[in-house]
Structure formats: C-alpha cells, structure tokens
Antibody, heavy 120, light 111 residues
Framework: QVTLRESGPAVVKATQTLSLTCTFS??????????VSWIRQPPGRALEWLAL???????YYSESLRTRLTISMDTSKNQVVLTMTNMGPVDTGTYYC????????????WGQGALVTVSS | QPVVTQSSSASASLGSTVKLTCTLN???????VAWHQQQPGKAPRYLMK???????NKGSGVPARFSGSTSGADRYLTISDVQSEDEADYYC?????????FGGGTKLTVL
C-alpha cells in the first residue's frame, strides 16, 4: 500500500524559508523509474507543479520558482524534502507531495497535503 | 514549454454523459497527459494517463465509467452515468522541456 504524508510548519513568516518533508511508504525511491513531485495549490486556485526528484537523484524545478526551490531525498528514511526560500503571502496554500510511478510517469499517489500560511 | 488549456466549468445531469477537454499547444500536441480528480476539500486523485494515440492507463479503483480519448492536440475525459460524487475539479497535466504543467482545471457541477 502506497502512502505519502507531508509535514512541516503550518505558519511561516514572510521572508523566512519553508522546509517541508514528504514521508512515504509502499515504494522505494531507489527503484529505477520512481520519482516524487511537489505540487501546491493556493486557496481556491489551480494546482501548480513545483519540483521533482527521480531515483537517480536528478532534480527538476518550475522555471518560475527555480531560484527559490531545493528538493532532496533520503532513501534510507523514505523521505523527500522541499525547501522554499524568501516566502511571501502569495505562497500561502496547500502543498502536496506525490509519487510519480515508473509505469505511469505521472503522480499516481498523492499525499493529503499540508496547509502553509505565510504571515506578513 | 508545454501549455495546457481547460474550460473553467462544465455541468452534467445525474446519469448523463459529460466530456471534458484538455488542449495542448501545437509543439506538444502528441504528448501524453494525465487526468486528476479533486473532490471538494480533498487531495487530488490520479484517474488515468492518456497517450497521443488514445490509449489509456487508469489508476487503481477508478470506475469503468471514466474513459479517455484523443483527437489531435485535444485530450478528453468522458464520464458516463454521472454520479453526484463526480462533482469535482478535474485537472489535466503534461510534461515537457524538463518541467510539468497543470491546466487551470475544470469545475464539474452535477445537476
């Protein structure tokens, strides 16, 4: 059974750095073809892709947020960490991590999401 | 860079059939897309992957009344025998140029 769970602070102050952890089970990020993506959703708005890390530790970022994002993995802990610097009120929203399966190449299992509010 | 366009809203009567459209920009007209469903207050759920030739690969537990098809740059999600629980936002996603892109989503209202 594949599960993912996001964890991190519910509130961050403007200009601070956000660090979110995705803890997963039921698959290994060491398996060829496996990836984990981070996606966010501002309140009442559409999904926005942020970053992806693959089994080979290759990393891909949203072009518009590239300079603020860092994604990393710890395969021994089954965790993927996303950091976003210089947070602002527009970054308020729900942050999801999702498994990108080797057979689907798309997010086929999603976490429940973590709501992050940026206070000014 | 891929661009994904979706209508903002659609409606369907209970028990009817509705077809949602996702359109890719011309440079990516042959690309694979994924459809995701997001019911109110819930996380998104993977429905299917849809190839440029119209073949699809549905996620675990996705009802048979959800199907996909393709025509040129358009990728369709068809829901047959619409149920009340199908009222949700539906997102189309693709990837290219080392990035992934979601469409703006279609809000489906069940009448």
């Amino acid at each position: 059974q594949v599960t993912l769970r996001e964890s991190g602070p519910a509130v961050v102050k403007a200009t601070q750095t956000l660090s979110l952890t995705c803890t997963f089970s039921g698959f290994s990020l060491g398996t060829s073809g496996m990836c984990v993506s981070w996606i966010r959703q501002p309140p009442g708005r559409a999904l926005e892709w942020l970053a992806l890390i693959d089994w080979d530790d290759d990393k891909y970022y949203s072009e518009s947020l590239r300079t603020r994002l860092t994604i990393s993995m710890d395969t021994s802990k089954n965790q993927v960490v996303l950091t976003m610097t210089n947070m602002g009120p527009v970054d308020t929203g729900t942050y999801y991590c999702a498994r990108v399966g080797w057979s689907t190449s798309y997010p086929d299992y999603w976490g429940q999401g973590a709501l992050v509010t940026v206070s000014s | 860079q891929p661009v994904v366009t979706q209508s903002s809203s659609a409606s369907a009567s209970l028990g009817s059939t509705v077809k949602l459209t996702c359109t890719l920009n011309s440079d990516y007209s042959g690309h694979i897309v994924a459809w995701h469903q997001q019911q109110p207050g819930k996380a998104p759920r993977y429905l299917m992957k849809l190839e440029g030739d119209g073949s699809s690969n549905k996620g675990s537990g996705v009802p048979a009344r959800f199907s996909g098809s393709t025509s040129g740059a358009d990728r369709y999600l068809t829901i047959s025998d619409v149920q009340s629980e199908d009222e949700a936002d539906y997102y189309c996603e693709t990837w290219g140029s080392n990035s992934r892109v979601f469409g703006g989503g279609t809000k489906l209202t069940v009448l």
